[in-house]
């Protein structure tokens, strides 16, 4: 909980930084450099190809969490709760308990912001686990293309009393995926916890995006995500040097032998 007391009063002072871990290596390299690790439900799409984050099973969060929270020093860890986990508030205690114990992960990561999903939250959090919320766009029920939230005055509304409910109901933070910028403006500025920014303007309290992505790994078409380096190439450049090596019997040379 002292993590995410430091974070709180963040808000107003300093932007907070948050990105995507599947695995041990690259928590490991981003942990000194983001104030929250999200193991996203994302690891879907980027690592499994699957088309929609409704395929990633429990399972396989708690297993790339495990690997995560070995290369975590100082960040908060939150872990996403996938598809079909938290449908009732007996699902979503016994589920969000069982990832919590195996990961030891800060907190979780709920979708959504209607009566149903906060009486759950509520619930969780009477529970003492810590909760993130998430509104905008919604990965784990969107059908169809995606596409930003907010554009009528009644689904402004609408995200802006979500946002307050789930103030309310006790979550410390909340991810805007794909929110107007305005909006994102008018909900930060509105509520006391922290929103994070995903395609959602500089205005939130902090941005997240997905490392794979950030990294060049990915070749994301996404409008929000800008590569700021290109991994690919470096690994092509070392494999292509590797293979040089090995064909030319310079590898392994002496040095590298018992």
Same mark, same amino acid.
């Given at each position: 909980?002292?993590?995410?007391?430091?974070?709180?009063?963040?808000?107003?002072?300093?932007?907070?930084? $948050?990105?995507?871990?599947?695995?041990?290596?690259?928590?490991?390299?981003?942990?000194?450099?983001?104030?929250?690790?999200?193991?996203?439900?994302?690891?879907?799409?980027?690592?499994?190809?699957?088309?929609?984050?409704?395929?990633?099973?429990?399972?396989?969060?708690?297993?790339?969490?495990?690997?995560?929270?070995?290369?975590?020093?100082?960040?908060?860890?939150?872990?996403?709760?996938?598809?079909?986990?938290?449908?009732?508030?007996?699902?979503?205690?016994?589920?969000?308990?069982?990832?919590?114990?195996?990961?030891?992960?800060?907190?979780?990561?709920?979708?959504?912001?209607?009566?149903?999903?906060?009486?759950?939250?509520?619930?969780?959090?009477?529970?003492?686990?810590?909760?993130?919320?998430?509104?905008?766009?919604?990965?784990?029920?969107?059908?169809?293309?995606?596409?930003?939230?907010?554009?009528?005055?009644?689904?402004?509304?609408?995200?802006?009393?979500?946002?307050?409910?789930?103030?309310?109901?006790?979550?410390?933070?909340?991810?805007?995926? $794909?929110?107007?910028?305005?909006?994102?403006?008018?909900?930060?500025?509105?509520?006391?916890?922290?929103?994070?920014?995903?395609?959602?303007?500089?205005?939130?309290?902090?941005?997240?995006?997905?490392?794979?992505?950030?990294?060049?790994?990915?070749?994301?078409?996404?409008?929000?995500?800008?590569?700021?380096?290109?991994?690919?190439?470096?690994?092509?450049?070392?494999?292509?040097?590797?293979?040089?090596?090995?064909?030319?019997?310079?590898?392994?040379?002496?040095?590298?032998?018992?």
């Amino acid at each position: 909980m002292k993590k995410i007391k430091n974070l709180l009063l963040k808000k107003n002072k300093t932007k907070i930084v $948050c990105l995507t871990a599947y695995s041990k290596n690259i928590a490991q390299e981003i942990d000194n450099f983001v104030d929250i690790i999200l193991v996203g439900d994302s690891l879907g799409s980027v690592l499994y190809d699957f088309d929609t984050t409704r395929s990633v099973t429990l399972e396989m969060m708690i297993n790339h969490s495990k690997s995560v929270r070995k290369g975590i020093t100082k960040s908060l860890m939150v872990v996403d709760m996938p598809y079909n986990t938290y449908r009732n508030k007996s699902e979503a205690l016994k589920n969000c308990k069982k990832v919590m114990k195996e990961t030891k992960c800060d907190a979780v990561k709920l979708e959504g912001g209607n009566k149903k999903i906060v009486e759950i939250i509520k619930h969780l959090i009477k529970n003492k686990i810590p909760v993130m919320g998430h509104l905008g766009l919604l990965p784990q029920n969107e059908k169809g293309k995606f596409t930003f939230k907010g554009k009528s005055s009644k689904e402004k509304l609408r995200l802006l009393n979500e946002a307050k409910v789930l103030e309310r109901a006790g979550v410390f933070a909340i991810v805007l995926e $794909c929110v107007e910028k305005k909006l994102s403006k008018e909900i930060t500025d509105q509520i006391k916890i922290i929103t994070i920014g995903i395609g959602a303007s500089q205005h939130c309290d902090g941005q997240i995006l997905v490392t794979d992505d950030l990294i060049g790994l990915t070749n994301s078409k996404i409008k929000f995500v800008k590569e700021f380096g290109n991994v690919r190439k470096t690994i092509r450049d070392a494999v292509k040097k590797y293979k040089t090596e090995v064909q030319s019997l310079k590898y392994p040379s002496k040095k590298y032998l018992y």
